[in-house]
């Protein structure tokens, strides 16, 4: 049963109690996240996550790790372009200990300098992997392009010249102002009941202060771009990736089926025209995401060299094809059924709904019952998502970046037809 309370500084406590299980998924859910960072401070809100397992006034960083180890739970945290989280999953009858360690991380994290210096170093290695991995360093530099300026185009982890630059004063300025009690949003399922929880986080959080009010970045804006970075690899690495519409959009779910038959999945266009069929590619898929006033639908790619062309020249016949063609009944059935099903499972996990619990809050201000869902998966038509395809899969949005052997006889702009 989905249960919502707002205490009195501000908190959104979110709760569905799920009686037969004996775990309890809790999340704290910030309104902060590399968005909202200026460029001189790239990386903050990442950094800060980390530091707050670092120790507070009454746990030391190794307290902080064996309290929830010594109870067979799971203690965690996750930043990412709008939003920090940090959660845990225990044992139904020790709900207490996971509100009061959260609330201590929150409110009384020490952020000691000498701390701080060893976690950079840390950071650094965790950037350096990432540069490392380059089927993971394309997003970042597809964003940096794709986005136009924007902060949601900045790496969440920052950059090694920013987080270097991080001074004691400055963070703190930031995480003051950010990790205010308005801006959170606590969310739990599982084997609890909704009183005591709202009890617990007032007792716990209630030494938070609301937020004075920050000023907002604006909507993002972005061209169309083509952007190459030459590094010796043995494969080129690809981004095609066009604007798409933000989490509240009611387009999204057209697009969800859109990917779905496109590169979503093994049986999907792309996999077996390009892997399948023609052996083109080890890895290819395609991905939705969104934020609260953007969106980015990509396609990911990786191929030798000599294949890029005829890979490029393939994606683009696939997403004119989309612009033109109404889907067959059956892939729309098969489509529909199979994110019907990944929801539907993943509604068996405490995990999963209590993520779920927190964006419905934070991006649609509201509850959204899994019967809503469904049913909107249900009701999309293949007409709406071939009109869908018409508006994002345009020259005047499509973007693309590229990482390895690259040069301007490699990859043209007419080789991008729409």
């Not at 939003?83 to 409110?107: E, G, M, N, Q």
């Not at 965790?126 to 970042?140: G, K, Q």
């Not at 987080?163 to 990790?179: C, E, H, I, P, T």
């Not at 109404?326 to 199979?338: G, I, N, P, R, Y």
Request: charged share 25%; glycine share 8%.
């Amino acid at each position: 049963m989905y249960r919502k309370t707002v205490t009195d500084n501000g908190i959104r406590v979110i709760s569905e109690e799920i009686g037969h299980v004996r775990s309890v998924s809790i999340g704290v859910w910030v309104d902060c996240g590399s968005r909202n960072e200026a460029p001189a401070i790239n990386g903050a809100a990442h950094f800060i996550e980390h530091m707050l397992f670092k120790g507070t006034g009454k746990r030391s960083a190794f307290d902080i790790a064996s309290e929830i180890d010594s109870v067979g739970g799971v203690l965690n945290a996750a930043t990412g372009k709008e939003l920090t989280s940090f959660y845990v999953k225990i044992p139904d009858y020790h709900l207490p200990l996971a509100i009061d360690l959260l609330a201590d991380l929150l409110s009384h994290s020490l952020f000691d300098p000498l701390e701080m210096e060893k976690e950079k170093a840390v950071v650094f290695q965790e950037i350096h992997m990432v540069e490392d991995t380059p089927d993971d360093f394309i997003h970042d530099f597809f964003g940096r392009i794709f986005w136009n300026g924007h902060p949601l185009g900045s790496p969440v982890l920052g950059t090694e010249e920013s987080v270097a630059g991080f001074q004691r004063n400055s963070l703190m300025d930031f995480f003051k102002g950010r990790y205010r009690s308005d801006r959170i949003v606590l969310t739990a399922a599982g084997n609890l009941k909704h009183e005591e929880l709202v009890r617990l986080v007032t007792q716990s959080f209630g030494s938070l202060e609301r937020s004075a009010g920050e000023k907002e970045d604006g909507v993002p804006v972005t061209t169309p771009k083509i952007g190459l970075m030459e590094k010796d690899l043995e494969q080129v690495h690809i981004i095609i990736g066009s604007l798409a519409h933000p989490f509240s959009s009611p387009a999204r779910y057209a697009g969800f089926i859109m990917n779905a038959v496109l590169g979503g999945s093994m049986s999907s266009r792309l996999f077996q025209e390009i892997r399948e069929k023609r052996g083109l590619a080890y890895s290819i898929h395609s991905y939705l995401v969104s934020y609260r006033d953007a969106g980015m639908f990509g396609i990911y790619v990786g191929t030798g060299e000599d294949k890029v062309r005829d890979v490029i020249e393939i994606i683009f016949h696939e997403l004119n094809r989309l612009k033109t063609d109404v889907f067959t009944d059956k892939e729309l059935l098969s489509a529909k059924e199979q994110i019907k099903g990944n929801f539907l499972l993943s509604m068996e996990s405490t995990d999963n709904r209590m993520t779920r619990l927190a964006k419905n809050e934070i991006y649609f201000g509201r509850h959204l019952p899994p019967e809503e869902t469904v049913a909107r998966i249900e009701a999309v038509s293949g007409e709406e998502i071939r009109q869908l395809a018409g508006e994002i899969f345009n020259a005047d949005k499509v973007s693309l970046a590229a990482l390895g052997k690259v040069s301007d006889h490699v990859i043209t702009k007419d080789m991008m037809r729409l």
